[in-house]
């Protein structure tokens, strides 16, 4: 095995603490490995080595790459932090210090089910209402606040206090406690527990916890960059003052901040704590080519929280295709991808990754169309999620199909129905129209779903609620129309419903309105295309149901979220919908806060680098003539903007070429020069001249507000006060620029025009 200079330094530390910033894909369990092995060979007992890996998954990985490594050999522990937890948790019970837990863990859906009727409990009476006929939205961020509450060794009404709900979310910390005093009663733990009681044990008892420190004298832990603050504690806690610790991680691949990871861990904390680190660097990379290497830097260097890395490729990488192709549908242009790399490729080496589950959409129906299998991890398949569901029952009428079914499942599609998007009408009167109508629709003929409203028992509504019902039950007549088409049921329904401000109402976050809107708009873009009656679009969409019933959920090409692709990697990896909606995405809503610049950035960059061979991104396109009903007109990403892609994809060619000059522009010019500098590429950068703006002769136009500007090509400034920004869209006088921070700042030409430097 041929090892880089990096890694022989790295295997052979002998001494103290030490910090490794490994790149993706620089080999760093292979560096762990081999560190481990010249360790026992050395004489090291391994019984006092402490492996700690991320997941279940990394676990298993690293014991098998050991015992290849070294075949029977007593080789170190090698556990989860939450494994570690669970042991410790048995060892404080056998002690009499922790109680015993019953041996069946908390279920996700337990959990839910529990702290939704504690919400409702603790909440006053009109929020309770809103609790109870709006589940989702309460239970999400009460289930993030829970999981940053045991993140952290902090009370709940402090994490309260320091996050960033809405005040009248401060009876989240009382469900908390309500939550933590049915645990006790019950004796259960849920998978956060089996850290999260040991330690705050630890925390109130420092003389239980010394009883478990200065036990190791090695403690490894990989992927540190996702470690949250209880974690962290831990590995303190478990240290003490005999054991080195080395970490390796890269704090540009710290994604995970809703979980309470920080990249500020790996650049400041561990120094803090551990004293005379020795730091070390993987910065090659043994997974893609230079293309991607370079792209990868100019895109990350613009970042100020991290450490001053830049990766390279090695000299024996295969090189990396990049190609950023413009479309207004990235669905379609996603499957002539996807179709020309089945030629040569399994499509389990095909992974297309999205920021939101919602974009997957459209590109899952176009695939069952074609027949090429795909996989899922987690998320439900697209026809099967909450939001279609009203639109596929309407459908279902159109076709006749909907008296077929058993009066319980009527009875729950029409609740659905109902009640989503939501009408202010109060959930158990909805419950008994639903029942009324389930019953219906089995009495009368194929087509005569339901009887005529007037006709309706009701329960006691206002006259304003019963001609929102009527309204709402108005569509089911709409379906039975025969020249309807599908697409034209689908958009009525959206109308009569006002489902997007319905679906935003009673969304918590800005991601789960977008989320949700992304997959209805992609499927009536979808059923638009087929330009089927409403029963026939029926039909068809049972048909690719019963191709994804057939289909094996484990094989064929990978869809996924970027967060969950994190750790993998795939010969092709397709980026779609590059646009400045998603890219970088602002999540912010009623009850979350947005993601920093700077943390949407890092999840691009780790999207990037899951490739090895071929790296496709997909943008909107500046042909206004792509553009129409069907794939309205987007702006793209600055992230596409900012790594300034056809130049970057100049330098290997013309370092190859044997040139001695190259000319770029400006923004790439530093990261391209430390790149060189690193590969010893005897090439010599250049500013282009960038051609000078033509004079200005459109009439002044007096713009009132944003909605008023005009379009244009991304630039991007430097700002004397407020930093990089790219210019977004501009009027006859002003400039609308989004700054690095986050902030969209509206500028008068004549007053910052002396302010700015064009880059």
Not at 352 to 371: H, I, K, N, T
Not at 488 to 508: C, M, P
Not at 698 to 710: C, E, F, G, M
Request: aromatic share 8%; charged share 20%; hydrophobic share 40%.
């Amino acid at each position: 095995m041929q090892l880089s200079a990096e890694q022989k330094q790295i295997i052979a530390h002998e001494d103290g603490h030490a910090k490794v910033i490994a790149v993706a894909g620089a080999g760093k369990t292979t560096t762990l490995a081999l560190f481990i092995e010249r360790r026992l060979q050395m004489g090291q007992n391994p019984r006092r080595m402490l492996v700690i890996m991320y997941n279940k998954s990394a676990q298993l990985d690293f014991n098998d790459k050991l015992k290849s490594l070294m075949p029977a050999v007593p080789l170190p522990r090698v556990r989860t932090f939450h494994a570690l937890g669970l042991k410790i948790y048995q060892s404080l019970i056998e002690e009499g210090v922790l109680s015993p837990f019953k041996e069946e863990l908390i279920s996700q859906s337990e959990q839910e089910f529990i702290l939704w009727r504690l919400l409702q409990q603790h909440a006053n009476k009109q929020t309770a209402q809103e609790i109870l006929q709006d589940k989702k939205k309460w239970l999400d961020p009460m289930m993030s606040f829970m999981e940053n509450v045991k993140a952290s060794l902090e009370p709940a009404e402090l994490v309260f206090k320091q996050g960033d709900l809405p005040q009248h979310c401060a009876f989240f910390a009382k469900v908390f406690h309500a939550y933590e005093d049915w645990r006790q009663q019950n004796c259960r733990i849920g998978f956060a527990d089996m850290l999260y009681d040991p330690c705050t044990l630890f925390s109130r008892r420092p003389d239980v916890a010394a009883r478990f420190a200065d036990h190791m004298d090695w403690v490894l832990v990989d992927e540190y960059q996702d470690i949250n603050p209880i974690q962290q504690f831990l590995l303190q806690t478990l240290a003490g003052v005999r054991a080195q610790v080395m970490v390796i991680g890269d704090p540009d691949q710290t994604i995970y901040e809703f979980r309470g990871s920080s990249a500020q861990f790996m650049l400041k904390y561990f120094d803090d704590h551990f004293n005379n680190v020795c730091r070390y660097t993987l910065s090659t990379t043994f997974r893609y080519g230079h293309d991607v290497a370079m792209l990868s830097n100019q895109l990350i260097l613009q970042n100020k929280q991290r450490e001053n890395v830049i990766c390279v490729a090695a000299a024996e990488n295969s090189r990396s295709e990049v190609s950023l192709h413009r479309h207004a549908d990235y669905a379609q242009k996603t499957i002539s991808i996807i179709k020309q790399a089945l030629i040569d490729k399994q499509p389990q080496d095909i992974a297309v990754l999205f920021r939101l589950w919602g974009m997957s959409a459209p590109l899952e129906l176009a695939l069952l169309q074609e027949d090429i299998p795909y996989q899922m991890s987690h998320q439900s398949w697209v026809l099967q999620r909450l939001e279609l569901q009203p639109m596929m029952m309407l459908l279902e009428m159109a076709a006749g199909a909907f008296t077929e079914r058993s009066e319980r499942s009527r009875y729950q599609g029409w609740l659905t129905f109902l009640t989503f998007p939501a009408m202010k009408i109060k959930r158990s009167d909805l419950q008994t129209v639903a029942r009324q109508l389930a019953r219906c629709s089995a009495e009368n003929s194929q087509h005569e779903v339901m009887p005529a409203f007037a006709n309706l028992p009701l329960p006691a509504i206002s006259k304003w609620q019963s001609q929102q019902l009527e309204n709402r039950l108005s569509l089911v007549k709409l379906a039975t129309h025969k020249r309807l088409m599908g697409f034209q049921l689908a958009n009525a329904y959206i109308r009569e419903t006002d489902f997007y401000k319905g679906v935003a109402d009673s969304a918590f976050s800005k991601q789960q309105v977008d989320d949700r809107l992304a997959t209805v708009q992609g499927f009536v873009r979808f059923i638009a295309r087929l330009n089927l009656s409403a029963a026939d679009t029926f039909h068809y969409l049972q048909q690719l149901a019963q191709k994804r019933a057939s289909q094996d959920k484990r094989q064929g090409v990978v869809l996924s979220s970027i967060h969950r692709a994190k750790g993998l990697q795939w010969p092709v990896v397709i980026l779609p919908g590059l646009s400045s909606h998603f890219y970088p995405y602002r999540n912010e809503g009623e009850l979350q806060k947005s993601a920093s610049v700077e943390s949407e950035r890092r999840l691009f960059y780790v999207a990037m680098t899951r490739c090895i061979e071929q790296l496709h991104l997909v943008a909107p396109s500046n042909d206004p003539q792509q553009a129409s009903a069907l794939a309205p007109s987007q702006e793209q990403s600055e992230f596409i903007h900012s790594m300034a892609i056809e130049d970057i994809l100049k330098v290997q060619q013309a370092a190859q070429q044997g040139q001695a000059e190259l000319a770029l522009s400006r923004r790439v010019l530093a990261s391209v020069q430390k790149y060189l500098d690193k590969m010893q590429w005897p090439l010599t950068l250049q500013v282009r001249v960038p051609q000078k703006p033509q004079p200005n002769t459109t009439p002044q136009i007096k713009s009132k507000s944003l909605a008023d500007a005009v379009p244009l090509a991304l630039e991007y400034v430097e700002h004397s006060k407020f930093g990089k920004g790219c210019i977004q869209q501009q009027t006859a006088r002003h400039w609308h620029v989004l700054f690095d921070d986050g902030q969209m700042r509206v500028l008068d030409k004549e007053i910052a025009s002396t302010m700015l430097r064009w880059l």
